[in-house]
């Protein structure tokens, strides 16, 4: 049995946990695969600035760096940020994927341009940041926002009514005036969206939770591994820090300086 370790970003009750761990549903990964969702000690509240992804990066990053010591296969970060990921490469020989980067290379392999539909315009600086990484900002079409309030905690449940009519709307803007010929759902808070949105548009949805689980999957089958000359791994190891610094801010009261 193969494990595969799912990164959180967020603290949370063990009920919206749930509700992540529901990105499974109607994949078939096969016996041999397991997946454990694990949610971070400590970290920003939600990811709307760069205050947020330097402690995203922190949080996700100690959440993970045992992973390969603890009998995972593989590691997914659950957030379009990929924050920590390139830090877990850096310490960790097994696979480790995010859904941002990978959502905007699979979009290039099903059409020329995509668009980004997201919750909020507070976000488009997450997605700014993997466009310029990966300089794609060509290939990007647009970022349509809905303007609507997002929620990390309980997702887009009891707001369906509102929400999806809203994302279809976008997402047809996104394709008739700005030329999209894929749309990626911005968050894997969204996924819940996706059946609602596939069977309404003209055009392919990736919905990016699922794509990244199935590209550990596949990177297990085959073998493949992050380049070692594009992650060295840290001269100085500092893994311990790493663990106390999270265990401390774990007792810091909520709202906290």
Known sequence: MRKILVIVPFVMSQDNLLLRQQQLGGLDFGPDLQFEFRTVKAGPANYSSHHDFVLADVANFEAGCRAQQEGFAAVCIDTMSDSGVAALRSVLDIPVFGPGKVSMLAALMLGDRFSILTMASRWKPLYKKALDELGLHHKCASVRAIEVPPDNQALLGGKEDEVFPLLEQAAHKAIAE????????????????????????????????????????????????????????????????????????????????
Do not use: F, W
């Open 178 to 257: 700005d030329g999209a010929e894929v749309l990626i759902l911005g968050s894997t808070t969204m996924y819940q969206a996706h059946a609602y949105l596939a069977q309404r548009l003209p055009v392919p949805v990736i919905n990016p939770g699922p794509l990244s689980y199935k590209m550990a999957e596949a990177a297990l089958a085959l073998e493949y591994r992050h380049s070692r000359i594009a992650y060295p791994k840290p001269m100085h190891p500092r893994l311990d820090m790493l663990e106390a610094m999270l265990a401390g801010a774990r007792t810091m009261p909520a709202g906290g300086t």
